[in-house]
């Protein structure tokens, strides 16, 4: 055993290049929506901008390069100690459609406890046109790439953590935008 | 939508008198469930618990068997593929992923992801037998029809190994694109096709000359690759499309929008259409190999992945 884990150290040492992409065998996924009485279309304009993630209030600042354009990217600063960040990048964009999908690029997995992850929102209307639905769903891998995680890198930690923004996020943005009407 | 047993019956009967009558068994990771599609008329069967995140699925034709991984709970279950029912566990491994079996339906194989081995199973005897290290995180395997040759995409060291299982030795290791997932073989075993989840391309492998001799781009993360009349079909995850290309001049061909992240791929057994297996979406599709449309739909529980060959060939 004891050479075994010492073949493993040098070999993850060696190889930290590829280990960005490493990550556990089964991938999880949350799927969160909001019921928002407004058009659709004007919850769309909120969040249409990929540069502008200033509707997620976990986002202090953004700094954006490509606009909505495939391969443009947004790089993160939240509000938390030390000023953690995400680098995101578009990876689809249907206006027509009201949705994009984006994939995190970078993230300490301390700060987001995720690995590959890559998230779709869309915005559809309502029936009777008055209101809208706003869906934000996600797949992703636990933060821990190995087997056996510590508690704080588990799938329910991973989960947890996603579900905890996409919750807050609609709800923040449900809040602004019909306390806005 | 628990399968209604009156349904299963009428499933099972309607198989029985069809010329085909395959049967799907899809690994649905986040369920921690097999869902069972009758492929003629695309219905759902079945859905069997099966814990530990099952993933990867494998099928003894003959033996109607479906051997699947569950990576998180470090094992291997068996099902009994006409009665849709667990009849046996084995443990292997610390993060049993790809699987596959020779026609002969023994041994089985299991990629173990975090080990970096493959391992040799005795489902008989129900017992490991045998284990060889390949390279980092391997992840799809594919075997030849004769079983005499084993091939492992190793994702994290771009590379396949190919494996003598007499012997359970790598007799030769094939640098590829970046980040091989899924691996297939040629009918005539010839070639290879990895997935190259890192380069968004398919490298395609002589395995006599023991080189790549070709890459097809496709789209954003493919997974796995399949083959049917003539074409071969590329899961691709984050662009929510199967790329299709000419197996004889590698051309591309066209892109088939389907779900959302799709992933496992096969084709029918008539070689007329492929079965797209899609993660985000919960759906199993068929498309038609030629027209390369969508021709039906059917939902799989939560979370489905097979990864694998999962097409059971009802005899």
Same mark, same amino acid.
């Given at each position: 055993?004891?050479?075994?884990?010492?073949?493993?150290?040098?070999?993850?040492?060696?190889?930290?290049?590829?280990?960005?992409?490493?990550?556990?065998?089964?991938?999880?996924?949350?799927?969160?929506?909001?019921?928002?009485?407004?058009?659709?279309?004007?919850?769309?304009?909120?969040?249409?901008?990929?540069?502008?993630?200033?509707?997620?209030?976990?986002?202090?600042?953004?700094?954006?390069?490509?606009?909505?354009?495939?391969?443009?990217?947004?790089?993160?600063?939240?509000?938390?100690?030390?000023?953690?960040?995400?680098?995101?990048?578009?990876?689809?964009?249907?206006?027509?459609?009201?949705?994009?999908?984006?994939?995190?690029?970078?993230?300490?997995?301390?700060?987001?406890?995720?690995?590959?992850?890559?998230?779709?929102?869309?915005?559809?209307?309502?029936?009777?046109?008055?209101?809208?639905?706003?869906?934000?769903?996600?797949?992703?891998?636990?933060?821990?790439?190995?087997?056996?995680?510590?508690?704080?890198?588990?799938?329910?930690?991973?989960?947890?953590?996603?579900?905890?923004?996409?919750?807050?996020?609609?709800?923040?943005?449900?809040?602004?935008?019909?306390?806005?009407? | 939508?628990?399968?209604?047993?009156?349904?299963?019956?009428?499933?099972?009967?309607?198989?029985?008198?069809?010329?085909?009558?395959?049967?799907?068994?899809?690994?649905?990771?986040?369920?921690?469930?097999?869902?069972?599609?009758?492929?003629?008329?695309?219905?759902?069967?079945?859905?069997?618990?099966?814990?530990?995140?099952?993933?990867?699925?494998?099928?003894?034709?003959?033996?109607?068997?479906?051997?699947?991984?569950?990576?998180?709970?470090?094992?291997?279950?068996?099902?009994?593929?006409?009665?849709?029912?667990?009849?046996?566990?084995?443990?292997?491994?610390?993060?049993?992923?790809?699987?596959?079996?020779?026609?002969?339906?023994?041994?089985?194989?299991?990629?173990?992801?975090?080990?970096?081995?493959?391992?040799?199973?005795?489902?008989?005897?129900?017992?490991?037998?045998?284990?060889?290290?390949?390279?980092?995180?391997?992840?799809?395997?594919?075997?030849?029809?004769?079983?005499?040759?084993?091939?492992?995409?190793?994702?994290?060291?771009?590379?396949?190994?190919?494996?003598?299982?007499?012997?359970?030795?790598?007799?030769?290791?094939?640098?590829? +694109?970046?980040? $091989?997932? #899924? &691996?297939?073989?040629? *009918? /005539?075993? =010839?070639?290879? %096709?990895?997935? !190259?989840?890192? @380069?968004?391309?398919?490298?395609?492998?002589?395995?006599?000359?023991?080189?790549?001799?070709?890459?097809?781009?496709?789209?954003?993360?493919?997974?796995?690759?399949?083959?049917?009349?003539?074409?071969?079909?590329?899961?691709?995850?984050?662009?929510?499309?199967?790329?299709?290309?000419?197996?004889?001049?590698?051309?591309?061909?066209?892109?088939?929008?389907? +779900?959302?992240? $799709?992933? #496992? &791929?096969?084709?029918? *057994? /008539?070689? =007329?259409?492929? %079965?797209?297996? !899609?993660?985000? @979406?919960?759906?199993?599709?068929?498309?038609?190999?030629?027209?390369?449309?969508?021709?039906?739909?059917?939902?799989?529980?939560?979370?489905?992945?097979?990864?694998?060959?999962?097409?059971?060939?009802?005899?």
């Amino acid at each position: 055993m004891l050479k075994r884990f010492s073949h493993v150290s040098v070999a993850v040492i060696s190889l930290l290049p590829a280990l960005a992409m490493a990550h556990g065998p089964s991938r999880l996924k949350v799927s969160e929506s909001v019921d928002i009485a407004i058009p659709a279309d004007k919850v769309w304009a909120r969040i249409s901008a990929f540069a502008d993630a200033s509707w997620i209030p976990v986002v202090a600042k953004s700094e954006a390069t490509g606009g909505n354009e495939p391969g443009a990217t947004r790089h993160l600063i939240l509000k938390a100690d030390g000023s953690p960040t995400i680098d995101e990048e578009l990876v689809s964009y249907d206006a027509a459609a009201m949705s994009y999908k984006y994939k995190i690029k970078l993230v300490d997995p301390k700060v987001f406890p995720v690995n590959n992850y890559a998230s779709t929102i869309t915005v559809s209307a309502s029936e009777d046109g008055k209101g809208s639905k706003v869906e934000w769903h996600a797949g992703f891998y636990r933060g821990y790439p190995n087997n056996d995680p510590p508690p704080e890198l588990n799938d329910d930690a991973s989960e947890a953590a996603v579900t905890k923004l996409y919750q807050d996020s609609l709800q923040a943005l449900k809040k602004s935008l019909e306390g806005g009407h | 939508m628990a399968p209604r047993p009156a349904l299963i019956v009428a499933a099972l009967l309607f198989a029985g008198h069809a010329e085909a009558g395959d049967f799907a068994f899809v690994p649905a990771q986040v369920a921690n469930r097999v869902s069972v599609i009758a492929l003629d008329s695309m219905s759902r069967v079945a859905d069997i618990p099966v814990a530990g995140k099952p993933a990867g699925v494998a099928i003894a034709q003959q033996a109607g068997r479906a051997y699947v991984t569950s990576p998180e709970g470090k094992f291997v279950t068996i099902l009994d593929t006409a009665t849709q029912a667990v009849v046996g566990r084995i443990t292997v491994g610390s993060g049993p992923l790809g699987i596959a079996v020779p026609p002969s339906g023994a041994p089985v194989y299991v990629a173990d992801w975090y080990e970096h081995r493959v391992y040799a199973i005795d489902p008989v005897r129900r017992a490991v037998i045998g284990s060889v290290a390949v390279g980092h995180s391997p992840s799809g395997l594919a075997i030849t029809a004769d079983g005499h040759r084993l091939l492992s995409a190793d994702r994290d060291d771009d590379q396949i190994s190919v494996i003598d299982t007499d012997s359970m030795t790598v007799r030769a290791v094939i640098k590829v +694109g970046t980040r $091989p997932f #899924g &691996i297939t073989l040629s *009918a /005539d075993g =010839r070639r290879a %096709y990895t997935a !190259n989840v890192g @380069s968004n391309d398919v490298s395609v492998i002589d395995l006599g000359a023991q080189s790549v001799i070709g890459t097809v781009k496709v789209g954003d993360r493919p997974y796995a690759v399949a083959f049917a009349s003539g074409r071969g079909f590329v899961t691709n995850q984050y662009a929510g499309t199967v790329s299709v290309f000419d197996e004889k001049t590698l051309a591309a061909l066209s892109t088939v929008t389907v +779900g959302d992240y $799709p992933e #496992g &791929i096969e084709a029918a *057994a /008539d070689n =007329r259409s492929v %079965y797209v297996v !899609n993660w985000e @979406s919960n759906t199993l599709l068929r498309i038609d190999a030629n027209t390369l449309k969508v021709t039906a739909r059917a939902e799989t529980a939560d979370g489905p992945r097979g990864f694998g060959k999962f097409v059971w060939h009802r005899p």
